[in-house]
């Protein structure tokens, strides 16, 4: 009961205000976690109690639970450490019981049962490893272009409600609670808000998926792979390019449009 407790509190509430702190988070909630941890925000984590993580450790969408169910219909609880330096990369699993030496690197799509392949190379498939854009690039360039994606994504619902808002259809005052379930069972309301549903889930996905297929082609530009015998393009532009495209269709299913 008290593990199933814990889980549906986290599921309900989330990280809140620690939202950008995840190691604050999970320290308060009773995990061990030294300093320099950068955890991701899709990473999965549960059982704060049984796990031990060292310093400057990264984990990127991974999912890391001492929880895993056992021959008899049981579930089990073993501890997890993970040590200093060590990094595990997206859609990897760490198990119940597992333990990661100093500088272990677990690369993506690949779990703690198969340590053996586990190489410093796979610390460059880490993304909570690499740079963010400068500040200055974000507030100038960035977040100006997502406002703008916000504002035309809610510019029908909005348009709709100043018609409802300055529309003749409801003219009575309130007096009584009596008007105000009148008001709220109005068949022209009612037609408006099955209006704003509809615009919401076809409509505004449409428009947020049409603008950023326009920013992509006008501004971040195609994305080339780097010659083998070349160093990677770190400068801020290169940088903030993928960032952007990643906020402008932070999910899978394009802004909502094949889901």
């Not at 929880?67 to 990897?92: H, N, P, Y």
């Not at 740079?131 to 809610?154: F, Y």
């Amino acid at each position: 009961l008290r593990w199933w407790m814990v889980n549906q509190l986290q599921e309900l509430l989330g990280a809140g205000i620690f939202e950008k702190n995840l190691s604050m988070y999970y320290r308060l909630l009773g995990a061990k976690i030294g300093a320099g941890v950068k955890i991701s925000k899709d990473t999965k984590v549960s059982e704060f109690d049984l796990l031990f993580i060292g310093s400057d450790v990264a984990m990127d969408s991974a999912t890391v639970r001492p929880f895993a169910m056992d021959t008899r219909g049981c579930f089990t609880l073993r501890k997890i450490q993970i040590g200093e330096g060590s990094c595990v990369c997206a859609k990897s699993v760490i198990a119940g019981g597992a333990t990661l030496l100093e500088g272990t690197c677990v690369g993506p799509l690949s779990s703690s049962h198969e340590l053996c392949d586990a190489r410093p190379e796979n610390r460059t498939n880490c993304r909570a490893l690499r740079a963010a854009p400068p500040l200055w690039l974000k507030m100038l360039c960035g977040w100006p272009i997502l406002l703008l994606q916000r504002a035309l994504t809610l510019a029908p619902v909005v348009g709709l409600m100043v018609q409802m808002a300055t529309s003749d259809w409801y003219v009575e005052f309130f007096t009584s609670i009596q008007d105000g379930v009148e008001y709220i069972a109005t068949p022209e309301r009612m037609g408006y808000l099955f209006g704003f549903i509809i615009l919401h889930r076809t409509v505004c996905p449409c428009l947020a998926l049409a603008y950023a297929i326009l920013v992509k082609r006008c501004i971040i530009g195609t994305f080339k792979p780097t010659p083998k015998d070349e160093e990677p393009n770190v400068s801020s532009w290169q940088v903030f390019r993928p960032w952007l495209l990643g906020r402008l269709i932070p999910d899978p299913h394009l802004r909502g449009v094949a889901k």
